[in-house]
């Protein structure tokens, strides 16, 4: 048998406990409301919603996530906005975050997440613009209409913080495997591999592999994609993106193939013992010190 809902205080003292803790980047104590709130029958969103703008920091964002999440999932598309219309850019973030569940099949809450997101994509604060990318690239996988965020996406891509790029990299590349239209990324893209940040040109070489697998040409960022082959040593995914995207491009095509093949010959020697330009040249034939 379930035990009843919490009275007031039982909420009191559950909502002290939730805390930031700096050191581990965590805000603990949400669990408690998380469980409870399937069950709710108004009163705990009610106590929340007095409570929260009380609250400050990541607590309070905390707090509008949860209520964010059960708007999100009873249909309160009020709720959502009124939530989201605030100067704090730490409730919008955690807002963000509760949206990147599904809709539910809720057109009207559907379109009212796509808002939020463009909105926040346009936010000063780059936490919110990457969470708006978050948004994007999780509600493409629900199957949500987002191609209102494919222009907002090519802003993302230049934008002056890497985190910020790197998100909108990775939203670019799912909804490339969503199908979306977006040969006007593919240049953005081909710039950022040369970006100073390693997870930049990481994401950026992930998002042109997909591209490329769902029937985009990506041939103009064949060069910088070998580039990347060349780095000082091979961490992270990035070498195998790269590999990936250029041995994909070849596979369409003997005359793309022979452009790979002519860019990585230019660009010898790769970097020595890494696997992923050691297979790139295996699969197109070349050796270590071919000329």
Partial sequence: MLKPLPDHPELERLLS????????????????FQTLMPRDDGRIVQFLEEEWPRLEGKKRGGVAFL???RYRETGDVEGLRRLFDTDDPEVKRYVLNALWDTPGGQAEVAACIVDLALEGAGHPAPEVRTEASFVFMNQAGH??????????????????????????????????KQKYSLPTAIPLLRDN????????RE????ALWHLSRKKHDIGEAVEALVGLLKEPEDVGDLMKNAAGALLHHAGKSPEN???????????????PEAKSPARLLEQLGLSATSS
């Fill in 17 to 32: 406990l939730v805390v930031y803790q700096p050191r581990l980047n965590y805000l603990e104590g949400l669990q408690p």
């Fill in 67 to 69: 209520l964010a999440h």
């Fill in 143 to 176: 199957k949500t209409d987002v191609s209102r965020a494919v222009e907002p996406l090519h802003g993302l891509l230049r934008d002056p913080d890497p985190n910020v790029r790197r998100q909108a990299a990775y939203a670019v590349g799912h909804l490339g």
């Fill in 193 to 200: 591999l040369e970006h100073p940040e390693r997870q930049v």
């Fill in 203 to 206: 994401s950026a070489a992930w």
């Fill in 257 to 271: 193939e022979e452009r790979v093949r002519e860019a990585v010959r230019a660009a010898l020697p790769l970097t």
